[in-house]
């Protein structure tokens, strides 16, 4: 009897050590909280696409504040988020609000168009890869670098930016894949790739689009916005 008992006991225990394990999804979601719950952080956005490459270097605080000085080709824009408040610089002109540079951008697609839509949806990288982790299939775990393919429909909303939904009618043949880095129990980098076919003004384009996102000085960022940005901001 009391071996019966003693087997019972080691078996529960065996079950719940691994039941405790957490899974390779689990491990990179808890890195991604724990680098937002820093409060602040930095980190460098690389987009390659074609022969096209963009860059955006960011810093986020605890006030809320976010920075972004966004560079594609020879243009440089600069941009201060707090909450659904935005002062945006580009080129030589002053600064301006999001509402004052949305009436400027009118109702014709375009770069400024593209700039109000992505101030006025941007989301943080570490709560964003919360996002994009529910866009996954299975997570693997290969020698310290966690891999995962997209779901069709999570291939469909990257490439569209997330700004036509998942059934974007002019997203054929979507897939792509999500690679994460952890260092020191933070989410150190982040790296997604999709490919398929979209539909601009009737024309099928292809598409091959990378994204990779490097974290840095987390605990340490700060953050100085201008008198000017400020008051577009109030």
Known sequence: MKMRSLIAISALLAARVIAADPTPKDEVSAAAKKLDEQHNYSWKSTIEFGSFTGTTEGKLVKEGIIALTMTFGDNTTLAFIKGDKAAVKTGDEGWQSLDELASAAGTEPGPRQFLVRRLRNFKAPAVDIQDILGKTKEIKNE????????????????????????????????????????????????????????????????????????????????????????????
């Open 143 to 234: 020698n310290g670098a966690f891999s995962a393919d997209l779901t069709e429909t999570g291939a469909k909303d990257l490439l569209s930016f997330g700004g036509r939904g998942a059934n974007a009618p002019g997203a054929k043949n979507a897939k792509g894949s999500l690679k994460l880095w952890i260092k020191d129990g933070l989410l150190s980098k982040y790296q997604t790739k999709v490919e398929g076919t979209m539909n601009f003004n009737g024309e099928d384009r292809d598409i091959d689009r990378t994204t990779t996102i490097e974290f840095k000085d987390a605990g340490t960022t700060k953050i100085e916005v201008p008198e000017a940005a400020q008051k577009k901001m109030s």
